[in-house]
């Protein structure tokens, strides 16, 4: 268990230093990645809409 904890401690702690260094590629990239995932969730749930509708 705390072994678990650590390791996602320095998980975060890496992730914030990446986004310090490289903030603006870091920040369009996840913009990316969440706008992709978001648009293929709503084309999933309408696809299941009309199929199931």
Excluded: A, P
């Excluded at 890496?14 to 490289?22: A, C, E, G, L």
């Amino acid at each position: 268990m705390f072994h678990n904890n650590g390791d996602t401690m320095v998980t975060k702690k890496q992730n914030i230093h990446v986004k310090s260094r490289d903030s603006c590629k870091f920040n369009t990239q996840y913009i990316e990645n969440v706008l992709f995932s978001n648009l293929y969730m709503i084309t999933n749930m309408t696809l299941k809409f009309f199929l199931i509708g």
